[in-house]
């Protein structure tokens, strides 16, 4: 199974960026889809945007075009290149992999990274 690890959070004026990184062990991510999905308190988890296996690329309209997901499979990495950070974007970021094409099962987490955004 694939682990994940989070870093690259932190605390950032509104209008700044974060760069999230996501670095994967015991198998390669060419052979799944990965996410990043958020979690604000006292609200759901939610998609953020995704990579699958042939590399299409999914965002939710509230972050399309400010954020922008990539992968370094050399490097097993998935990053989340955030820019114009708001405060409502204030959240656990969490990294996911599933080697089915939904993140509904068979998914594997890491253990996330805070993001705040101060206005």
Do not use: H
């Amino acid at each position: 199974q694939v682990q994940l690890v989070e870093s690259g959070g932190g605390l950032v004026q509104g209008g700044g960026s974060l760069r999230l990184y996501c670095a994967a062990s015991g198998r390669t991510i060419r052979n799944y889809g990965m996410g990043w999905f958020r979690q604000a308190p006292g609200k759901e988890r939610e998609l953020v945007a995704a990579i699958t296996r042939g590399s299409d690329i999914y965002y939710v309209d509230f972050v399309k075009g400010r954020f922008t997901i990539s992968r370094d499979i050399a490097k097993n990495t998935v990053y989340l290149q955030m820019n114009s950070l708001k405060p409502e974007d204030t959240a656990v970021y969490y990294c996911a992999a599933t080697s089915t094409d939904s993140f509904d099962r068979d998914t594997y987490w890491g253990q996330g990274t805070q993001v705040t955004v101060s206005s």
